[in-house]
C-alpha cells in the first residue's frame, strides 16, 4: 500500500514505515508547510505527509489511513494497461486541511 502527501511529491511505501503526528514546533518542513502552526503527519523518520490546523484533525487523518474503506484501489487509477491477475495496490492521498470536518 502506498501513502501519498499533501502536497502530492512523497509517495511512502505504508508496509514499510510508522506514522507518528507531531505537534507544532516539533517538526520542521519549511518546504511544504509552516511547522509552528500545523500538527503533522510524519514518518519515524521525519519525512512530512500533512499539516493540520488541529490535532483532532491529525488524529481523524490517522484513523483514516487505519481504515480501508479510505483506500483507493490503484486498478481504478489507472486505465490503460494490462494487470497481473491478482495483484493491486492500494493508495490513500492525504486530504488538505480543508477537508477533514
Not at 20 to 46: C, H, M, R, V, Y
Request: one cysteine or more; aromatic letters at 12%; hydrophobic letters at 40%.
Amino acid at each position: 500500500m502506498r501513502i501519498i502527501s499533501q502536497d502530492g511529491m512523497r509517495d511512502i511505501n505504508y508496509d514499510n514505515v510508522n506514522l507518528k503526528i507531531a505537534s507544532p514546533g516539533e517538526w520542521l518542513d519549511d518546504n511544504i508547510f509552516n511547522s509552528k502552526l500545523f500538527w503533522g503527519i510524519l514518518t519515524t523518520t521525519n519525512i512530512s505527509l500533512g499539516g493540520y490546523t488541529s490535532k483532532e484533525k491529525a488524529l481523524k487523518v490517522m484513523e483514516m489511513i487505519w481504515q480501508p474503506r479510505h483506500w483507493v484501489s490503484s486498478n481504478a487509477l489507472i486505465k490503460d494497461c494490462d494487470f497481473v491477475p491478482g495483484f493491486e495496490r492500494y493508495v490513500f492521498y492525504m486530504p488538505k486541511d480543508e477537508d477533514v470536518k
